[in-house]
């Protein structure tokens, strides 16, 4: 009979490269500090796009984490900080592949929609244009004779999956999953129930992704979003009553999942355990609102096969969003579910990031149970009576159970709990 130590899912290495950071020790040392990353983007000060400022990773190099360095050329900048993470998560777990067998370790990763840049397209594209417009009976051939052959593999949302299993000669279930904000837990869940089932001892899980790309700005139009340009720092501003929209930002995190009996053999260091999750979604029409049907029983799931109360929490990670709406939606799932539980939302630090959002958040909160302090959110500074939840705010806060619930939801419905425990 297989034991409970199989069976048990634990997190041995952290990875991070966010906008507060590269590493877990600059990523808490933010965190502890309420040291925020949005800033002003020069690029798009110059470019003139309408919101010029976001959570940007300003200090990273792809050079100083990517091999076989000729691999970069088939990397976007998203699959670079993916593998940043990975590689950064390795080092975190003193996990080298010889003390892995390489059919029993895998990978799942979540990723955006990666969109290219203009620019590498442009010489393509005017080759198209004949009296002032353009003629598609010419793209073909231009595009073909212009853009560099592998272009597209820079681009695809699972190779970050791929790259990372090829670089550590991982050859047990590898999977990339997509699912907008909630696609990095949602990739940590399919990694857990892998090594719940047998099928692997080592799991490497996160995401990476991007929301500040331009193309994506206007795929997705700026409605939604803060524009608070006079204080970049300010404008992420989750459950406070003068928000007025969300923080586009870039990052990755990844975390080394073990079968607890793998770990403990090697001796490894375990920094807090899975205790329980879910993964929901509220089916709706485009033109309704949620209700928050979705965050509640993503809740109750993940509590239920945690087998604990609300009363056992520590702390909730929100999604935290600072959208206006979706906000109040959220709150009000927390308090009914969960009462009056001390909430966290990370994302003041360094907007949403995307597909990455989920694990860089969650990656807070593991250092959280391991310092024993919840991270305070950001520019909450006026309470708002629709958002009825208990915010940690102008200082971190002493941690009175070694547990957290983060929660993480997608604009189509999803909505997704992890429960992790010291």
């Known amino acids: 009979m297989e034991s409970a130590a199989a069976r048990d899912v634990v997190i041995t290495g952290v990875g991070v490269v966010s906008p507060i950071g590269i590493g877990r020790d600059a990523f808490w040392g933010s965190l502890r500090a309420g040291r925020s990353g949005v800033r002003t983007i020069e690029a798009f000060v110059r470019s003139g796009m309408p919101i010029p400022f976001g959570g940007e990773i300003p200090d990273f190099d792809g050079k100083q984490y990517v091999t076989p360095r000729k691999s970069l050329k088939v990397m976007c900048r998203e699959i670079q900080t993916g593998f940043a993470a990975a590689r950064l998560a ?26 290219g840049d203009p620019l590498e397209t442009l010489d393509t594209y005017r080759a198209c244009i004949r009296e002032g417009k353009f003629d598609f009976t010419l793209y073909g051939p231009s595009a073909m004779s212009s853009i560099f052959p592998l272009w597209m593999l820079k681009y695809l949302p699972n190779m970050p999956a791929c790259h990372i299993g090829i670089s550590l000669d991982a ?7 997509t699912l907008g904000e909630v696609s990095s837990l949602v990739a940590i869940i399919e990694a857990c129930r892998v090594i719940e089932r047998g099928a692997a001892d080592v799991m490497v899980a996160g995401g990476t992704g991007s929301r500040l790309a331009p193309v994506n700005y206007l795929f997705r139009d700026c409605r939604p979003f803060s524009h608070r340009a006079d204080n970049p720092a300010a404008a992420s501003r989750p459950f406070d009553a003068t928000r007025d929209g969300m ?7 990844v975390f080394i999942l073990e079968n607890r009996a793998h770990a403990e053999a090697r001796r490894a260091t375990i920094l807090a355990r899975v205790l329980g999750y879910s993964n929901t979604c509220e089916p709706r029409p485009a033109s309704v609102p949620p209700r928050g049907a979705a965050i509640r029983a993503s809740i109750a799931g993940a509590l239920r096969r945690a087998r ?9 990670n929100a999604h935290g969003l600072s959208d206006c709406e979706h906000d109040v939606v959220e709150a009000q799932a927390i308090r009914e579910s969960l009462d ?53 705010c102008s200082s971190p806060a002493p941690l009175g159970k070694p547990t957290a619930l983060v929660l993480s939801q997608a604009s189509y419905g999803q909505a997704v709990a992890v429960l992790i425990g010291k």
């Open 340 to 392: 009056d539980v001390p909430v966290t939302a990370p994302k003041s630090f360094f907007g949403n990031l995307g597909a990455a959002g989920g694990a860089t958040e969650m990656a807070a909160s593991v250092l959280a149970l391991g310092h024993g302090l919840i991270p305070a959110t950001l520019n909450y500074d006026r309470p708002d009576p629709r958002c009825p939840v208990n915010v940690v």
């Open 90 to 115: 390795c080092q975190d777990a003193r996990l080298e592949s010889p003390a892995v067998d390489p059919e029993r370790w895998g990978v799942v990763l979540g990723a955006d929609m990666f969109y």
């Open 171 to 177: 050859r047990g279930p590898t999977n990339s999953i």
């Open 247 to 253: 923080v586009n930002g870039e990052g990755a995190a």
């Open 308 to 316: 604990l109360t609300p009363g056992d929490l520590g702390h909730v």
